[in-house]
């Protein structure tokens, strides 16, 4: 028996475990190895997609399947296959040239399949594009983009993406889910497939139940997985939002959050 059997940790990747200067910190892997190792299961629950995050899960010692596409997806890496997969609705073409219409300097990707289709690249897609570091096919018209899409992320200024988030809400109530993960990055996933959603799938299909789970995020589209934890946490840098909602601020995620919640859980 080990001191963390029946319990999940899942953690956000980008800001989080992944750490600002683009690296995994030595303490979060010497934390999840204990973890592991004592009975417990990690997983990543992240806003990446499984082209976006494939090259970079062999950096994190997960020994449970991922949440993908801020919780449209999940996907198991040790046996290399989709568990689980939802799609934006096929009206959602559609819906999105009327958005564009009204904002005439939104950009957005398009999640299809494994491939990245963009309208209206800006200064916010390369900048993207060069963190998660692959590439897009660039489409003239919504509706040339193949669907069905996992996800689409809506990108421009903040300021900007407030407005069109009210305004997608507003527009089609019940149909997406339309959640910042940064300040330039305004997701859209099918209504109901958040991280939150996901993760409490993931634990089902694990055997763990809801007061076993814990999530540690640093932004909006983490507050729905941060309402399923028994100790919400979030590290230093985490966005007003977290902090405002009311999770456990730790650590900066350079310093290796995950190393935080591991030490507290080990005094429980």
């Known amino acids: 028996m080990g001191k963390f059997d029946g319990l999940l940790l899942a953690s956000d990747f980008d800001d989080t475990l992944y750490s600002l200067d683009l690296r995994v910190p030595e303490r979060n892997l010497e934390a999840i190895r204990y973890f592991t190792a004592q009975g417990g299961r990690f997983s990543v629950a992240t806003g990446r997609a499984h082209r976006t ?41 559609e819906d999105l040239s009327r958005l564009a219409r009204v904002f005439p300097d939104i950009g957005l990707e398009a999640y299809f399949g494994e491939e990245i289709y ?34 689409v992320i809506l990108q421009q200024d903040f300021l900007c993406l407030q407005k069109v988030q009210r305004w997608m809400l507003d527009a089609f109530p019940g149909a997406y889910e339309v959640i910042f993960s940064n300040k330039y990055l305004l997701e859209m996933t099918d209504f109901g497939s958040n991280k939150g959603g996901m993760v409490k799938r993931l634990a089902a299909r694990l055997g763990i139940p809801p007061g076993q789970i814990y999530c540690v995020g640093d932004n909006q589209n983490d507050i729905p997985m941060l309402a399923l934890s028994a100790i919400p946490f979030a590290p230093a840098n985490c966005a007003q939002e977290v902090k405002d909602w009311g999770a456990r601020v730790l650590c900066h995620c350079n310093d290796g959050v995950i190393g935080d919640i591991v030490e507290l859980l080990d005094r429980l």
């Not at 449209?72 to 040790?78: E, P």
């Not at 916010?124 to 509706?143: L, N, P």
């Open 53 to 93: 995050f494939a090259p970079y899960a062999h950096l994190v010692p997960m020994n449970a399947p991922a949440v993908l596409s801020n919780g449209s997806a999940i996907y198991d890496f040790a046996e290399d296959r989709m568990i689980f997969q939802t799609f934006l609705r096929p009206q959602a073409p």
């Open 118 to 151: 963009v309208f209206r690249p800006n200064f916010v897609t390369d900048a993207h594009m060069k963190k998660v570091g692959t590439s897009y096919t660039q489409c003239a018209r919504i509706e040339d983009i193949p669907t069905p899409w996992t996800k």
